[in-house]
């Protein structure tokens, strides 16, 4: 048999090594924004066409590329940023890899204009489908121009799997508000079809936070600090009236860069308990600076996540932050540190919120070096995060139909906090979300009802005031709204309801429509349909809350309508309903 093995073209390689670093247009937005700011750039212009399928251009004042680097730069792992492999452990620049150029120019068409300070004019290169089709001289001032024409011209399936136009501009607001929250000094222009969306001058990061999720933020925004030897803190809470149906507004920086860390998230999430309204979360846009040998970016190829040498540390600090920042605004009661014996972590019902007194001492630092007693509030906090860490991995089960003996036994439930339903079953303790259990009884008796959506015209039109955010949400739930009998207009930062449907949800339909869009944009992805969607949020309506007191009956009829639900275990955006442990799971409490 003759041999088979051949290696790969490189326009190949490319090609398929291109589908991890680009995605969608807007991991282009992200790349060559990037690379501006690598380029120390002051100034970065963002022009935007068709979502980014036909054009992406973006154009910055940084230093430039010589007419060599200007072809180089599109080689695979060419980078001027990092030299030797022990560079890798000490990176202070986005980019790193020198793989986002060669990628975006094996599956479009791209055209880079660039000239550094000291030279007299600047290269212009054309590359398509991976090959260099021309180079030229050009005149120009010091910077670069990229345009990226007619993404995944060549690569029909990528093209295939993007989204509708909206979702992927969303992508691509996304993408400019990150890098924009992390680099305020830089002035930012953001172009959609020739039109200007967004001008950013600059500013600090307060002010850029409150250009871009809009003014009411000024009002919300509280500050958070911490700084050990290792780790700064820095950024923002926001108070619980900017807390919103979507998990949207929540940004960590790990070192200037954009992560998603749902550890962490949980450190700032746990510190608002009981502040916030069912279903809303909490906004945040908090800075980490960590010592970069400490961190691995390289885990994920589009360095959306990070590992610290140490999560739990920086769990607690961070967690201890957040409280502390939220204390000395009056938000949550603070421990008193001084005060021994006195730790305790106070839970709330939702409803009615006393603002306590807060005895709050504004010199101790529980991370200071001259800590004179045990710092058991520290330890304290490391126990909680292995807790947690534990409780995620207890898996879950879901052959629940045979429980149904449940209605004629003695078992005795209690409350617990107010909020969890809690008794002993079948050798496992069960603790059941009051709230979210009623919820989903209702959401499924509402499903099975019979409605056919139809719009009705508003005599006069009924008036918001929108952010970016939220208009653009607006479009991505477009088509459905409509389909529903919504029907509005958009002038400048107006929104103008004009019709609604014609169906009896037992609300108003105007007063409901901001909820019902940030919803959309939120839980849609994970729910069927639009009838899911509405189901749910009618479903919400008189149901039992977290902080409602109930009779043992009352309870006993909740648990025994929740086992009669299609799925009692997750609600339809599969948050758990249910939750249940073993004996051999609380012993492993104990030993902690
Ligand atoms: P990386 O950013 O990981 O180094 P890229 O493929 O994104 O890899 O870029 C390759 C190289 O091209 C960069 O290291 C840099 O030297 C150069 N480069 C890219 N964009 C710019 C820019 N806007 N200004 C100046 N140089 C740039
Ligand atoms: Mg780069």
């Not at 212009?45 to 992406?56: V, Y």
């Not at 820095?234 to 920086?253: C, N, T, W």
């Not at 036994?409 to 079948?426: A, G, L, T």
């Amino acid at each position: 048999m003759s041999d088979v093995i051949v290696k790969l073209p490189d326009v190949v390689a490319n090609q398929i090594a291109a589908g991890e670093v680009i995605q969608r247009p807007a991991s282009v937005v992200k790349e060559l924004m990037e690379n501006a700011i690598d380029a120390e750039a002051t100034k970065i212009k963002l022009s935007i066409k068709d979502a980014g399928r036909t054009l992406i251009y973006i154009e910055d004042n940084g230093k430039g590329m010589s007419p060599a680097d200007a072809v180089m730069c599109f080689e695979r792992h060419a980078t001027s940023k990092l030299k030797t492999a022990a560079d890798l452990f000490q990176i202070a620049t986005k980019g790193f890899r020198g793989e986002a150029l060669a990628s975006v120019a094996a599956i479009a068409h791209v055209e880079l204009k660039t000239k550094t300070e000291d030279s007299i004019e600047g290269t212009k290169v054309l590359m398509s489908g991976g090959r260099m089709d021309s180079k030229e001289a050009c005149s120009m001032n010091k910077g670069t121009h990229f345009s990226i024409k007619n993404l995944f011209y060549n690569v029909p399936a990528r093209r295939y799997f993007l989204k509708s136009d909206n979702v992927e501009w969303k992508h691509i607001l996304e993408e400019f508000m990150r890098v924009a929250m992390v680099h305020p000094e830089v002035e930012m222009l953001l172009e959609n079809e020739g039109q200007k969306e967004i001008h950013l001058m600059p500013s600090n990061h307060r002010q850029r936070i409150v250009k871009l999720m809009g003014n009411k933020f000024d009002e919300w925004l509280v500050p958070i600090e911490e700084q050990t030897d290792w780790l700064r803190i820095s950024g923002f809470l926001a108070k619980p009236e900017a807390a919103k149906k979507s998990r949207g507004d929540q940004y960590f920086f790990v070192n200037g860069r954009y992560v998603k860390h749902s550890y962490l998230h949980h450190a700032i999430q746990t510190v608002f308990q009981g502040l916030l309204k069912e279903g809303t979360f909490a906004s945040y846009f908090v800075y980490l600076e960590v010592d970069p040998s400490l961190i691995d970016v390289n885990i994920h190829p589009t360095k959306t996540e990070v590992k610290f040498q140490d999560d739990k540390a920086v769990y607690a600090i961070l967690h201890a932050a957040a409280r502390r920042s939220l204390g000395m605004h009056n938000i949550v009661p603070t421990i008193d540190f001084n005060q021994e014996g006195n730790i305790t972590t106070p839970v709330w019902g939702n409803s009615e919120v006393k603002i306590p007194q807060v005895q709050y001492s504004p010199d101790y630092n529980p991370f200071g070096k001259e800590t004179p007693k045990r710092d058991v509030v520290n330890e304290w906090l490391l126990m909680q995060a292995e807790i947690h860490a534990k409780v995620q991995s207890i898996p879950e089960q879901l052959n629940w139909k045979d429980e149904a003996g449940w209605e004629q036994s003695d078992i005795q439930p209690m409350q617990v906090f107010k909020r969890w339903v809690v008794f002993e079953y079948n050798g496992e303790m069960w603790m059941v979300d009051q709230g979210l259990a009623h919820r989903q009884i209702q959401f499924e008796s509402w499903l099975s009802k019979d409605w056919k959506w139809s719009g009705q015209q508003l005599l006069t039109p009924f008036q918001f005031e929108w952010g970016q955010q939220d208009k653009v949400s607006l479009l991505g739930a477009e088509h459905e709204l409509r389909s529903m009998g919504f029907d509005w207009k958009i002038e400048e930062d107006m929104v103008q309801l004009l019709a609604i449907p014609n169906v009896d949800f037992g609300w108003s339909w105007e007063r409901q429509f901001e909820e019902i869009v940030q919803q959309w944009e939120n839980g849609y992805e994970r729910m069927n349909n639009d009838r899911e969607m509405m189901a749910w949020l009618a479903a919400k309506q008189d149901a039992i809350r977290a902080g409602q007191m109930l009779t043992v009956p009352e309870m006993k009829d909740l648990v025994v309508q929740l086992l009669q639900c299609e799925n009692p275990f997750f609600t339809p955006k599969h948050d758990k309903i249910i939750f249940k442990m073993s004996e051999k799971n609380i012993q492993q409490f104990f030993a902690i």
